[in-house]
């Protein structure tokens, strides 16, 4: 068991610590000119590991190459060099005549100077001679002719250029205001749902989590599609129709088109939370407080709401760091606002400036961890649960007016959800949103009709797409549903300091955004220990390990769950009776665990589906994903393929949904852990 525990605290620390720990490494790192002196030793030490016959050769044809000016300076600097004055200022032909005469030290000496001069001005063409014979960071630092130090001048540079500190400010502002209105919005639904009598609550439900199986990009196109400058409403009904707007001047783009692309997007998160801490909340206190002559909105505000205060927290952190890492809605619904993940995108893979995307990851990151550690301090210094049993719960007759308001405002949001799946579908079978709405499967077949004045027709093989998405992901889901259980059952067993530790370490994940393990496995993945036939940037395993182990805790947490209310003497039974560890995990826990197992497969995969920020970073000319593909193809306008896409992922998620729940229906375990 020891030896299983140090195994995953192993690969926790490769794959979650030390990504975050090299992008702290990235955003200091500097360079600075190495002197001439050192160059030129560091050049005699990597030349004696070259044969000399290779040497004369290289320099030989280099030699040939130089003339004029050029090879007047090499030569004099090469007598200089060895100690040579008799032959100062002398053309080079005559101190090649010359040398000769001068004796067989003068002359070896005169050669591996002049020898030295020539490679010294060919420094960067002989790194590449030499660069079997040496190490990858010997390679590079003599080719660049810098050495690395530690600097503060990529935090200056951030913080002093307008561009850089004003994506920062901005981000923190909308991810702010997004945050409050979901929030409020996942509430009321929450409340509605487990403290009225609403006849929708299967409705507002399914609403409400609905975003959840599809690319969070697709919120933003579907609001152009409706909004935008050729929205079917503004361009279509507002301007065309009654003439009350200009849709090129009003429309969705901008500050407030983010923060309702986020408010659909990231409202599943929200509610999740709220409705299980609503679920589960002792009602008998409010029913008490009722009893006692307190009204509905007292016994709301002085007993209700304190109570989901945790619920309410963790939903505000949750939405908060998932809006300010927000990558396609920005990029897509935007427009001239961009936002702290976009511009690590560009720093990153637009600039190649990977100190810079450090600097912004690290700074992303902060305001997450912080209010994380703020917040559980607060929460930590009183009790909002009941410590007994919660049993039958209750819920007062809503009164009329309450049950009108509340329902028309969750209806309305509902329908307005509705309605963007239902824009996706429709937009999947138009020829050309916004200019030609005739109907056609072309997009479908890959190839969207277009007007070349407004985009190109583009192939696109999409079934391939989607089945190496699929495939991806499906690795993903099996490696790390199975390795959830596996590592929740550890952790479980040991416990102890390390077992917190590991726990912690997989809970990282939760606070820290995507974008920064994107980049974070970039800089730690791309040469591993300066090993670069052990890279893997580019690899279909970069984008696996990146989904599994920031995803761990989906099957993680439900395993311990379970695992708390097992006996522990049943294993110790089997195994006083000759079974093996591992035969006691296979045989008599891993039954149990089929649930969370199933858990932990379904979110990896279907969250790895429809993910953006980390993986954009990660995908490559030859291994992509659909939803990355989605957000390219509604960045450039293309709208029909971008549907047919999406549709194509939902059709999928929900079609994988289907059988693993009905894979977990067709029967529970049983005997004595069943029965736990």
Request: one cysteine or more.
């Amino acid at each position: 068991m020891r030896l299983a525990f140090w195994a995953i605290f192993g690969l926790l620390v490769v794959f979650i610590l030390v990504p975050v720990l090299m992008l702290f490494q990235e955003s200091f790192r500097g360079v600075q000119p190495i002197g001439e002196e050192q160059l030129r030793e560091e050049l005699l030490g990597v030349l004696a590991k070259v044969p000399e016959a290779e040497q004369a050769r290289w320099a030989g044809e280099w030699l040939e190459r130089i003339e004029g000016a050029e090879r007047v300076e090499v030569y004099a600097q090469a007598v200089r060099a060895a100690g040579l004055t008799e032959l100062e200022g002398l053309a080079p032909e005559e101190i090649d005549e010359r040398v000769s005469a001068l004796g067989e030290a003068k002359r070896e000496a005169f050669e591996a100077a002049l020898r030295m001069e020539v490679f010294s001005g060919k420094r960067a063409p002989l790194m590449f001679k030499v660069k079997p014979y040496i190490s990858v960071a010997e390679f590079e630092r003599l080719r660049s002719g810098e050495e690395p130090i530690l600097t503060l001048e990529h935090y200056r540079k951030v913080l002093t250029t307008s561009y850089l500190w004003g994506s920062i400010t901005r981000s923190l502002k909308i991810a702010f205001v997004s945050m409050i209105f979901i929030v409020g919005v996942a509430y009321l639904f929450a409340y509605v749902i487990n403290r009225t009598t609403s006849r929708m609550k299967g409705f507002f439900n399914a609403m409400m989590l609905l975003p959840l199986v599809s690319p969070p990009v697709i919120m933003a196109f579907a609001l152009i599609m409706l909004f935008g400058r050729r929205g079917i409403i503004t361009n279509g009904l507002l301007d065309k129709t009654l003439h009350l707007i200009n849709a090129d001047v009003v429309n969705i783009y901008g500050m407030h088109g983010i923060v309702l692309a986020q408010m659909l997007t990231y409202g599943p998160m929200a509610f999740v939370v709220l409705h299980s801490v609503l679920a589960q909340l002792d009602t008998r206190v409010e029913e008490a407080a009722e009893n006692l002559g307190a009204s509905r909105w007292t016994t709301f505000w002085r007993v209700t709401l304190p109570m989901s205060f945790p619920g309410l927290f963790q939903a505000a952190l949750l939405t908060f760091a998932s809006c300010l890492q927000d990558f396609g809605n920005p990029r897509v619904i935007g427009g001239e606002v961009t936002m702290i993940a976009g511009v690590m995108y560009d720093q990153m893979i637009g600039f190649q400036n990977a100190n810079v995307a450090a600097v912004l990851g690290i700074i992303l990151l902060m305001p997450s961890v912080l209010a994380y550690a703020i917040g559980n301090l607060l929460l930590a210094r009183k009790t909002y649960a009941s410590k007994e049993s919660v049993g039958m719960q209750y819920v007062a007759e809503t009164p009329r007016g309450a049950r009108i308001a509340f329902g028309a405002s969750c209806l309305a949001y509902s329908v307005f959800v509705l309605a963007m799946y239902v824009t996706i579908v429709w937009g999947s079978f138009v020829k050309v949103w916004g200019q030609d709405n005739s109907l056609t499967l072309a997009n479908y077949m890959g190839v969207q009709s277009a007007d070349a004045s407004y985009m190109e027709a583009e192939p696109t093989d999409m079934a391939s797409l989607m089945t190496g998405s699929v495939k991806i992901m499906g690795i993903a889901g099996l490696i790390g549903g199975m390795l959830a259980v596996v590592t929740g059952y550890v952790l479980e067993r040991v416990r102890g300091k390390m077992a917190n530790l590991a726990g912690y370490l997989i809970m990282l994940t939760v606070a820290l955004p995507g974008v920064v393990f994107g980049i974070g496995y970039i800089l730690s993945f791309n040469a591993p220990l300066g090993i670069r036939e052990l890279s893997l940037t580019g690899t279909v395993w970069i984008i696996v390990l990146l989904v599994v182990f920031t995803r761990l805790y989906g099957g993680v947490m439900p395993t311990q769950a379970v695992l708390k209310k097992v006996d522990e003497a049943t294993e110790e039974a089997a195994m006083s009776l000759g079974a093996s560890r591992l035969y006691t995990f296979r045989r008599v826990v891993f039954p149990v665990l089929r649930r969370p197992w199933l858990l932990g497969t379904l979110y990896i995969f279907v969250s790895g589906l429809v993910a953006l920020g980390g993986v954009v970073f990660l995908t490559s000319a030859k291994v992509t994903l659909a939803s990355v593909q989605i957000y390219i193809l509604a960045e450039q306008g293309k709208y029909g393929l971008a549907c047919s896409q999406t549709t194509y992922l939902i059709i999928v998620v929900l079609v994988v949904q289907s059988i693993i729940w009905l894979m977990e229906g067709r029967g529970q375990p049983k005997g004595v852990l069943a029965a736990a």
